[in-house]
């Protein structure tokens, strides 16, 4: 066997090797707000219950690895201790990943994932639509684990309100895991789904994804592209501009490609089978024909 001493380690070696050797972690997907009122929507899979009665969770939003900064995360529960706690599913597991994004502080992460904010009834943060399970929850302690790159800060929340989807529901009032259809974190860029096992997702671009609010509306509102093919589409830097355009459209290969596309329907399904086959810039080439 190879053999690691952390303090031999570095920071990014060691948690390589902790979050892959630590997995799958639930996914805890965290909306807070600041004291000005801006939400904030951002995944953390360092997380789990930890007593019923109180009913507790917790989660662990780490100090950054490469220039020791917090998180707007932590910095919203520090200033307004209420959060809420979604549950992620599969179907919305491509808009989670976008949100983690490091968008700037103020800028709307529900407005970039194109997911819908949905108000609480206890807290003030909102809780996310989508998410078959929603937990409100106010912060009884927040407990920083060091003040070094790397540092966790346990936030330590009590819940008061749970909400659950009638559609993952049993008539014993317990939950249908297989309907629930969880995703949890692995390693690296690695997912796993409750029901499949390990499936991967590019992690979001270095640079800012435009996000789902800045997609075409006629995108937005496609009855054929799922939250996920919405997501994906949002995790690019820019949209092809008319040079690049009219460069894929005048190669021969894309001419029976072409004059396929003659309504939205067909551009959007079109796009979807190329999202499936991993070609995001050939699916952008063809929805903006």
Not at 212 to 220: F, I, W
């Amino acid at each position: 066997m190879t053999s690691f001493e952390p303090k031999d380690c570095t920071i990014q070696q060691l948690l390589a090797l902790l979050s892959s050797a630590v997995a799958p972690r639930p996914i805890a997907f965290a909306s807070t707000i600041d004291s000005d009122g801006n939400p904030n929507l951002s995944p953390f899979s360092f997380f789990n219950i930890f007593s019923t009665n109180p009913p507790i969770l917790i989660f662990s939003p780490a100090r950054r690895v490469r220039d020791n900064t917090t998180k707007h995360t932590l910095q919203n529960v520090q200033e307004v201790k209420e959060v809420v706690i979604n549950v992620v599913h599969y179907e919305m597991i491509q808009q989670m990943s976008l949100s983690s994004t490091e968008y700037a502080k103020n800028v709307n992460e529900f407005k970039k994932s194109g997911l819908t904010m949905l108000a609480s009834d206890l807290v003030r943060p909102f809780r996310v639509a989508e998410s078959p399970i929603q937990m409100e929850c106010k912060v009884n302690e927040i407990k920083p684990l060091g003040t070094e790159n790397g540092a966790g800060n346990l936030v330590i929340c009590e819940v008061l309100k749970i909400h659950v989807s009638e559609t993952v529901m049993t008539s014993d009032g317990t939950i249908n895991q297989e309907k629930l259809d969880l995703v949890a974190r692995g390693g690296g860029s690695y997912y796993i789904r409750a029901k499949e096992g390990f499936l991967e997702i590019p992690k979001p671009l270095k640079t800012l994804g435009i996000g789902v609010d800045a997609l075409p509306k006629e995108v937005q509102q496609s009855t054929i592209l799922t939250g996920n093919d919405l997501g994906i589409l949002g995790n690019v830097e820019a949209l092809p501009n008319a040079e690049e355009l009219e460069e894929f459209w005048s190669h021969s290969k894309h001419q029976n490609l072409k004059n396929e596309l003659k309504t939205t329907e067909k551009k959007h399904l079109k796009a979807k089978e190329l999202l499936q086959q991993g070609q995001v810039y050939n699916a952008w080439c063809v929805l903006l024909k």
